[in-house]
């Protein structure tokens, strides 16, 4: 019983520690859902006071298309519905990464070309570390474009790629 204990006790500093860390970069790898062949990777990067977000998507139909940060970091469902609504811990309307009210995972759009590429660089608020942290969140790409007005989603469509933003090392 006293094993058990202290194992207990030595898996939850761990987990305290882990979730403590202030984490300067961030990755995610998207697999496809929905039965699209959308793929990419992200990566995030603390750059001062922001947060610099780089994805690089492929098989996506041309035209733009959702990309949103989820609330659950759970990309088990074949249509990503595990990963939850948008990340949202202010409650705020849904919008644009522009706009003065939106969710914390309000990314926009991506745009992908004639051969289905797209490729983002966008640089804004938001946080690596703390009560409002984006690890262990999910990354979406939507079949559509987002509108960037309507809640929830910007009528952006199915979750065709979905992944788990993890700390980098």
């Given amino acids: 019983m006293k094993t058990i204990l202290i194992s207990l006790g030595m898996m939850c500093a761990l987990a305290t520690a882990v979730h403590g860390q202030d984490a300067t970069k961030a990755i995610c790898k998207l697999d496809s859902k929905s039965g699209s062949k959308v793929t990419g990777m992200v990566t995030f990067t603390k750059s001062g006071d922001d947060v610099q977000v780089v994805a690089d998507i492929t098989g996506l139909t041309p035209g733009k298309h959702g990309f949103h940060i989820h609330d659950k970091g759970d990309c088990s469902a074949p249509d990503a519905a595990s990963a939850g609504a948008h990340f949202n811990p202010t409650q705020q309307h849904h919008g644009g990464p522009m706009t ?68 980098a090392k």
């Avoid at 991506?110 to 660089?121: P, Q, R, T, V, Y």
């Avoid at 640089?123 to 939507?142: E, M, P």
């Fill in 100 to 167: 003065a009210e939106h969710h914390g995972g309000d990314l926009g759009n991506l745009e992908a070309d004639a051969s289905g590429k797209a490729h983002l660089d966008w640089k804004g608020k938001l946080s690596l570390s703390g009560a409002n942290s984006i690890i262990g969140k999910s990354v979406l790409v939507h079949e559509k474009e987002d509108d960037l007005k309507t809640d929830p989603s910007g009528n952006s469509g199915a979750r065709q790629a979905c992944g788990v933003i993890e700390a």
